[in-house]
């Protein structure tokens, strides 16, 4: 509760401060602003300043100069939004608080929560938030709340959109980049990266973007006999982008688009603190204790994501509406290969396995093929009027295909000599040899839906209302084999229906300040949990976590009213206070020694909070700029087992996980021209990040005492291993300088994480923590220079 008084305490200083802000009129207000940028996140162009709920748009040059690369990195600096880092290509996006907690590879199954856009094509896939190079963006816009009336796909706690320059014929223009960087003092990376911009004619342009990236590492393996691999998670990311504007007319514009990336990454990006082959407790093994940026490994690692979008969209302009056609597809094809040598060996020393069998190198293979076809049309109106609409459609086919093998070379001759000959494949249920887990998940998911919305401006007072009617029907197979599996072959089908509506009230109290509020419902289609892996399971973790077979839809509906001004000097400011109440809110948990996870629905939760942004430019030169969310996320309702105990911390008062209450951060530019044609600047970026935590039961018990049980190498197995299941809060400072040339060239020097600080970034368990401990931990210091030419 006591995060809930400092929320109200901060609503009221914001409020206060608000009322201290001088607000002049239009043309006192100074131009180029925030307020300027153009968002559509409407679905219509419009201003930053007119749309009428919580938005954020970072633009090219303030990515650029934050030295922020990825969308983790973008949402330090936006209010509201949290990226868990779940490892190379693997992440979690809420915001506003709405979080369900750590979902892992082997959940294909759940639903993300936020929904991601390239443009106006759906990108979204859970736990495999696209990694999206962000050269050659127009901005990022963030859209806070539900977003189920214009965008459906997944958008229950909101939207993220990147949007990229398109093709124009106002002639031939580009930029070439080169960077080159030394990550923690080891290890270097790079990049070059390109667009250029053609016409082809008075109505027809194409754009091409094209970029290659070498990550330096920073992650250490020791390996059997004492052996050290440095920067074992290095990696690269590849890729392009080409587009073809053709204009026929002046109300006719279609463009078709290629997208292709490629991820691969060497390692992860995991500090362990606890491994079943490497831990002090050891006695016929070298005794190890693993230290900051380590990890113990038999095999290397990788993940590869390999990403193809075509769409196609078109405009046509019809008088007094506009018809816009959105297809496209999607195919991806991902690979995390994974030592699982620890998480075999567990299992083998339950077993009564020999030492030599334990220490049999394991992969786990966890592969991902989707394919995706989606198809929007909408009308909208285009005219001046007090009465602005747009009503469309929209369809979308999912094919997605998620599979596991745990290839463990010799494991069946052992099997078989310790349990009995013929035991392999008596389980293996028409899978190969030499892997004791195997699983087939195929899943296809469509989803139809009808939305519209209407405005209705009277004077000062807009007032719009939205409704979007959806239909899912999701058909699943489960197919498994293996000594460590059950030896499944079952299909479910998910089918659900319904409206989400929103409402707002936006009102123009003067020309430059306008106040918002809205009330928005959101939706999340449940599912069905993949079957325990019995053979690995105590008889306590069945009894707890196998009655746990589906759970329910989850709906939220929000609530909130903000501001957004601008005032003298480059003043912009933005601030919304906001209440979500959620219901069967879908929460992953650890299943204990099954190497599973379930999900389970909690009947009531909520967040609510205030979040803030502020633009100010004090004297000509310099601007400052500041962004902080203040969340309370929260538990209201307790998920209790079969005797009465209280489930994984899924308790009344407890904290959503994932989620910091209190974020931050705070930029400083001062820029001005040094000699002719030159201007230089300096730019320092501070962000806080609060504690938080990966999992709903980690913040019961902790520090948490974990004990293997498994004796090997001479340990017990009932010696503990303490960890601290509270991840820590950090700050992050960037800086950077440079100088632009009237020549067009721009020449930068950065450091990212300057002091150098090692955020632990979500908790990484095997089997429950008793085959190995560990987390994903962030980039250490990172300083570079990169060259950039304009034509």
Not at 52 to 64: C, D, G, H, K, V
Not at 364 to 386: A, C, H, I, M, N
Not at 443 to 467: D, M, P, V
Request: aromatic share 10%.
């Amino acid at each position: 509760m006591l995060a809930k008084h400092r929320i109200l305490a901060a609503a009221s200083i914001a409020a206060g401060a608000f009322a201290l802000l001088p607000l002049p009129s239009a043309a006192q207000a100074v131009e180029g602003g925030a307020d300027d940028i153009i968002v559509t996140a409407t679905k219509r162009d419009a201003s930053l300043q007119d749309i009428p709920f919580s938005i954020n748009a970072q633009t090219a040059e303030m990515i650029q100069r934050s030295g922020a690369t990825t969308i983790e990195d973008i949402s330090r600096s936006v209010a509201g939004l949290t990226v868990q880092n779940l490892g190379p290509g693997q992440s979690q996006v809420s915001i506003r608080g709405v979080s369900a907690g750590q979902v892992v590879r082997d959940q294909p199954g759940v639903k993300e929560q936020v929904g991601i856009y390239l443009d106006e094509s759906v990108v979204s896939l859970s736990l495999f938030t696209p990694d999206i190079d962000l050269f050659d963006l127009n901005r990022v816009e963030t859209l806070r709340g539900p977003q189920g009336t214009l965008f459906g796909s997944g958008s229950v706690g909101g939207t993220i959109r990147y949007i990229t320059n398109q093709p124009t014929t106002d002639g031939i223009s580009g930029v070439v980049e080169g960077n080159v960087n030394l990550v923690a003092e080891d290890d270097f990376g790079w990049h070059m990266k390109g667009a250029v911009n053609i016409p082809l004619g008075d109505k027809i342009a194409a754009r091409a973007v094209g970029y290659y990236t070498q990550y330096g590492g920073f992650i250490d393996a020791l390996g059997e006999g004492g052996s050290v691999e440095n920067n074992v998670n290095s990696g690269k990311r590849y890729g392009g982008r080409l587009s073809v504007a053709f204009m026929p007319t002046e109300d006719i514009t279609v463009t078709p688009r290629i997208v292709y990336q490629k991820v691969e990454a060497d390692g992860f990006n995991r500090q362990e603190v606890f491994n079943l082959f490497a831990n002090p407790n050891t006695t016929t093994r070298p005794a190890i204790q693993l230290g900051e940026r380590q990890q113990y490994l038999l095999l290397n690692e990788a993940f590869e994501d390999e990403f193809l979008l075509a769409d196609l969209t078109a405009s046509i302009g019809l008088g007094a509406v506009t018809l816009t056609s959105v297809t496209s597809y999607v195919d991806r094809d991902i690979l995390v290969s994974r030592d699982a040598s620890a998480l075999t060996g567990s299992v083998s020393v339950d077993l009564g396995y020999p030492s030599a069998a334990v220490l049999l190198p394991s992969n786990l293979r966890d592969t991902t093929k989707l394919e995706q076809f989606t198809q929007e049309v909408r009308l909208s109106s285009d005219y001046d009027g007090p009465v602005q609409w747009v009503i469309g459609g929209f369809y979308s086919n999912v094919d997605r295909t998620y599979a596991q093998r745990l290839p463990t070379p010799g494991y069946d001759a052992v099997t078989d000599a310790v349990l009995g000959a013929g035991t392999s494949a008596a389980v293996a249920n028409g899978f190969g040899p030499d892997s004791p887990y195997n699983a087939d998940l195929p899943y296809n998911i469509k989803q139809k839906a009808l939305f519209g919305e209407a405005s209705y401006e009277i004077g000062r007072l807009t007032a719009t209302a939205g409704l979007r009617w959806y239909d899912f029907e999701e058909t699943r197979q489960f197919i498994s084999g293996g000594l460590f599996a059950n030896g499944d072959n079952r299909e479910d089908t998910t089918k659900s229906d319904g409206f989400n509506p929103r409402f707002l009230l936006s009102y123009k109290a003067t020309d430059d300040l306008t106040i918002n509020a809205q009330a928005s419902k959101g939706f999340r289609l449940g599912g069905v949990n993949d079957p325990l892996n019995v053979p690995l399971c105590s008889p306590s973790d069945v009894a707890i976590f196998g009655g746990y077979q589906d759970y329910d839809d989850e709906t939220i509906w929000n609530y909130e009213a903000g501001i957004r001004a601008r005032g003298p000097s480059g003043l912009t400011f933005a601030a919304a206070a906001f209440y979500t109440d959620i219901r069967n809110l879908q929460v992953t948990v650890d299943a204990g020694s099954c190497s599973s996870r379930v999900v389970f629905n909690v009947p009531k939760a909520h967040t609510m909070g205030i979040e803030a942004e502020l633009g100010f430019q004090p004297f000509e030169g310099f601007t400052l700029s500041a962004a902080g969310s203040l969340i309370e996320a929260e538990f209201d309702s307790t998920v209790v087992d079969g005797s009465g105990n209280v489930i994984q911390g899924i308790r009344d008062g407890n904290r959503l996980p994932t989620v910091p209450e209190f974020q931050f951060a705070a930029t400083a530019t001062y820029e001005r021209e040094f000699a002719n044609g030159a201007d230089g600047y300096i730019s320092a970026t501070w962000q806080y990040v609060g504690n938080r935590f990966t999992q709903p039961g980690d913040q019961v018990d902790t520090p948490r005492s974990f004990v293997s049980g498994l004796p090997f190498g001479g340990a017990t197995g009932t010696a503990p291993t303490v960890v601290d299941l509270r991840l820590p809060a950090y700050n992050l400072v960037n800086l950077s300088a440079g100088v632009g040339l009237s020549s067009g060239t721009d020449i930068s020097i950065y450091a990212t994480n300057l002091f150098d600080e090692n955020p632990l970034l979500s908790f990484d368990r095997e089997r429950g923590g008793r085959a190995r401990l560990g987390f994903n931990v962030g980039q250490p210091r990172t300083i570079g220079v990169t060259v950039r030419q304009a034509f």
